[in-house]
């Protein structure tokens, strides 16, 4: 479904991941570790195509990610940005409308929001953003769902919930990829886990030791 073909991101001041190279396949939820500034947004950024890479490219469902139009783009894959704000003054009930797909199930009472329909959706707090976005991302069924530290801001029963909640949407054969700054979370739902370090991607194979409880900052 993604395929990452000899992949180079970051600025021209600075690379964060340089030559990287792998394959996320449907089926999978994939979690992204490493402090802060370490690359982890730009590398979500990259792969919704809000970033250009340095070098390489990347495959999406077989056809080039830059070959894509925003509109066909939009159809195939959601990002939920970490900074959760709407420029738009509207009732949360018109968030969750926008770009909704016929088969939207009932995630509005999955994710507790029936009481937040008829509040304008920048008064929530993060928490409840965060259910909201992952709500309007998981109604619109998109084959990519990639997520920007959604769970910072929940206590950790809802946490556990919306991590959940990812992995069995790719249970159906979607690809999910979400940063982290729990590694505990990571191992726990993901069925891939990957380090951001000395530019390069690192594939970790079985929880550290070093990082069992930690929070990466």
Known sequence: MLHFEHLTIGYADRIFIKNFTAHFLPGQLVG????????????????AKLTPPTEGRIIL???PLQAFSEQNLARVRSYIPAELTCAWPLATRHVLEIGRSADHRNWIETLDLGNLLDQTFNTLSS???????????????PKVILADEITSHLDALYQDKLMDLLRDYTRTGKVGVVVLHQPDLAYE???QVFMIED???????KKP????????S
């Not at 409840?128 to 069924?141: G, Y």
């Not at 530019?199 to 970790?204: A, E, F, V």
Request: proline residues 4%; charged residues 15%.
């Open 32 to 47: 992204i570790l490493g402090p802060n500034g370490s690359g982890k947004t730009t590398l979500l950024k990259t792969i």
């Open 61 to 63: 469902g077989g056809m």
């Open 127 to 141: 928490g409840e953003k965060a259910r909201v976005l992952l709500a309007h991302s998981l109604m619109r069924s």
């Open 189 to 191: 739902f993901c069925d």
């Open 199 to 205: 530019q390069k991607l690192h594939l970790l194979s």
């Open 209 to 216: 030791p070093q990082l069992k409880g930690q929070i990466l």
